[in-house]
Structure formats: C-alpha cells, structure tokens
C-alpha cells in the first residue's frame, strides 16, 4: 500500500484546559502513527500540536476554561495537516518577535518560546482569521 | 491526567531536583513551586536531575529561563544531568546549552559546583 495515497482525517474538540493537553497529546500521537510517522517525527508533531494548544489556553482564552478547541488531522499527498481552532482573543502573529534567550533569561521570562519552537518542529504554519470571529493555525509535517 | 512528579534532595550544598514524567503547561507550576522553595530557603546551587523524564515542552523549558538568572545573580546556577536524547534536543532547538551546563550524570554537575566553591 502506498501510505502517500492514503486519506486520513480525525477530529478533536476539547476545552480550553491545561490539564486537556495529555489527551491531545495522546489523540495526536495515535493519528502520527497511523500516517506512518516515524517515532521522532510523531514526537516533533505531537509537541507543536501542544505548543499550539496551550498558546491557545493561554492567550487567546487566558485560561478560562470553557473555551473551545478544535483539533482536525488529515493526511492527504505525503503531508499532515493539523487544524487547530479556537474562537478566543485573536492575536496577530508578525508582532511576536523571535525569542532572544539571553534577554528573556534577563528578563525572568517563562513565556515566549511556543510559537518559535512550533517553526522549528514543524515544515509549515500558518495563522488565519476565519469567519464568526474564529481564529485557526495550520501545522504541516511531510512524511519523507 | 498528565503524569508528572517532582522530588528535591540535598547533596551536601546542592538542591538536586528529580523530575519525573510530563512537563507541559499543565505540570511547570510544580516545577515552580519546588524553584520558589529554593528561592525561601536562600538555596541558589540546583541541580536537575531529567533521568526520568520523559517529556519537555516550552513551558516547562520556560521555568529554568525564569529563574535562572537570579540563582547565578547569588552566585549559584541551574545545571542539568542525566537528560534522554528526545528531551535535550527540545532545549538545543532553543539554543539552550549555549547558556546552561548540560552533565551526563548528576554526579558530574554536582563536581562542577564543587569546584568552583
């Protein structure tokens, strides 16, 4: 079977809560297993799916916890596409600067590094407003 | 849900931090905890201990970078020993061991304190 052909979509819809995070965690890596993700890469997309998720707990519904998350997975042509949406506080990605270490460390910052760390794991991601004021960030991996 | 669990020790005039599981956004208020303790107690020479540790994202990345610093303003630090391949690589992607000492094992950080009085 060629897994490039495969058709693969899954769906989430969560609370906005901290302690959500393991069963997204868990959700997402049974969905990078069955695309056939190796266990690093599964670890990588598992990671950005949290970062984004807790970025949305945290600033978009800053902390409440009747928010919703939607969390949808499809594997289609090579590639992961993972959807996640929130209908919280939007949020304009250009004005997150890039984390410089040493000036948070100075700082006493904790927060900062999600979005970064997200570009890092993942091959794209992408910020959007769409209609009834929700907001989605888009993370794709491919297979190879 | 998360399955996390933090344990401090004393050896000798260090405070080795053991952490055990998943340190997400949901567990790094733990960490926290265990940090503010230290910081009561005037215990500025830390030690994290990862050996068990089977999962890191930013936030908990985020509590060393927030206290950091104000352990080596008392000339103490924050070292870390013992960390799993999957783990360190999360804090090299944030450019991490430029700034922190990363020891195989626990009792080479602890040496490296001792060391330097």
Do not use: W
């Not at chain 1, 609370?15 to 069955?34: C, G, Q, V, W, Y």
């Not at chain 1, 570009?119 to 297979?143: A, F, I, P, R, W």
Request: with cysteine; net charge negative.
């Amino acid at each position: 079977m060629n897994i490039s052909k495969k058709i693969f979509e899954r769906e989430i819809l969560v609370k906005s809560t901290t302690d959500n995070l393991a069963l997204i965690r868990e959700f997402t890596k049974s969905a990078a297993e069955e695309c056939n993700f190796s266990e690093e890469t599964a670890g990588k997309i598992i990671l950005a799916v949290d970062e984004a998720c807790t970025n949305i707990i945290k600033h978009a519904y800053k902390y409440s916890p009747e928010g919703n998350i939607n969390i949808s997975f499809k594997f289609e042509s090579g590639k992961i596409i993972i959807s996640i949406t929130d209908e919280g506080k939007h949020f304009d990605p250009a004005q997150i600067p890039e984390p410089d270490l040493i000036q948070f460390q100075e700082q006493k910052r904790s927060g900062g590094l999600g979005m970064f760390l997200m570009k890092k794991l993942m091959d794209e991601v992408k910020y959007s407003t769409l209609t009834g004021n929700k907001n989605q960030v888009v993370l794709v991996k491919y297979l190879s | 849900m998360a399955d996390f669990n933090v344990n401090l020790r004393g050896v000798g005039t260090v405070s080795v931090i053991d952490v055990r599981g998943y340190l997400d956004a949901h567990t790094a208020p733990e960490l926290e905890n265990v940090f503010n303790k230290l910081l009561d107690n005037q215990q500025f020479r830390v030690v994290v201990n990862f050996d068990e540790l089977k999962y890191i994202s930013s936030a908990g990345l985020g509590v060393f970078m927030a206290y950091v610093e104000t352990m080596r303003e008392n000339k103490g630090d924050i070292k870390f020993s013992n960390m799993k391949e999957n783990v360190y690589n999360i804090f090299d992607l944030l450019g991490f061991p430029i700034l922190y000492e990363f020891f195989k094992e626990e009792k080479e950080a602890l040496q490296k304190f001792d060391s330097v009085g």
